[in-house]
């Protein structure tokens, strides 16, 4: 039997819409969550550009999203304007739908912590800048934590953005406690509290979180300025109070939160950290440096991939699909090149295994 050309290029052009369609609802199955920290705003910060051309789901800013450092309000919302203003955010601001938590630099200045005595000033310029909407719950509580839950083809996705400033003891200066190790060949800022009140997210934060950490979700991003499973290194980072980073993983424990996996900033590098606990490992990804760079990274016996010291961003890629759902975890630098690429089964981070 003989088709005529029209017939011919009609069921060509069926099957052609059929595959097309095929991969469009893969692509449902994948969720893309794009982030970074340390974004200098008078710096033209290009890699924005390039998380547009990724097509994520949603950016988060982890942090030193620009360098306040000041007690001068009317200098914050000046940095700020400059970011906003910039080319290159425009177009993020216009493709990506933004989310975002602080750090030191854009909640105050350099490793600040509750004491900061315009916390609440800068808050409400954070607030502003990201356009967070007046019956926003973070309107309603000291600091800016705040969590969103996604749902995606019956899959959850729980987002907690932390405020690891806002309620943050001072951290212990370091007096030559580890002057003998051979492992630090650099100045060390800090060293770790040793005893149990000292705290980084504050009894409220604490109490918010658990709550959250009991809601049903099959991936919960924790986005912390400070990166949470590396070891100590002398600079900021969890590792400085124990006792809370302890807390963290018995807090998963006490609620069954499956899921967990930390998205952190502040060292100008990125990294991926693997903490062995006893629930199941807790992998921190870091990314940071937008803009900023930094010339050497710390010991870290808990590293299993990186350290990329050039500009970049993160870019987490959960493929819904399988029964057993994978996360894979990207670092693309500065000119669009997959530096990282480290994929894990949801399984792995699950509790007995669910």
Sequence with gaps: MRI???VWILLVLFFSACKNNELRNDEEFITKIAFGSCGREWQELPIFNIVVDHDPDLFIFLGDNIYGDTK??????????????????QKLKQNVPILA?????????????????FKEESKEIFLQFFEEAESSERRKHQGIYHAIMKEFGGKKL???????????????????????DPRYFYHLD????????????????????????????????????????????????????????QRMIDLIGKTQASGVLFLTGDVHYSEISKLQTQNYPIYDFTSSGLSSTWHFATPNKNRIEGP???????????????TDPTI???????????????????????????
Aim: with cysteine; hydrophobic share 35%; net charge negative.
């Design 4 to 6: 005529s050309f029209v």
């Design 72 to 89: 001068n309000m009317d200098t914050l919302r000046a940095k700020y304007k400059r970011l906003g203003d910039k080319a290159s955010y």
């Design 101 to 117: 938590t602080w750090d030191d630099h854009d909640y105050g200045w350099n490793d600040i912590g509750r004491h900061y005595k």
């Design 158 to 180: 729980q987002i907690i953005l932390l405020d690891n400033r806002t309620f943050r003891d001072n951290v212990k200066r370091h007096v030559d406690e580890f002057s003998d």
């Design 190 to 245: 800090y060293t770790p509290y040793t005893h149990s009140d000292s705290t980084i997210l504050g009894e409220k934060q604490w109490l918010w979180l658990e709550n959250q950490l009991n809601q049903e979700a099959d991936v919960r991003l924790i986005c912390s300025g400070t990166q949470f499973s590396i070891e100590y290194n002398g600079y900021e980072a969890w590792a400085n109070f124990p006792n809370e980073q």
């Design 308 to 322: 990329i010291m050039d500009n970049h961003f993160g870019l987490i890629s959960i493929d819904w699909a399988p």
């Design 328 to 354: 894979m975890m990207e670092t693309w630098d500065i000119h669009n090149n997959q530096r990282i690429e480290y994929t894990i089964p949801l399984s792995e981070i699950s509790i007995d295994g669910d």
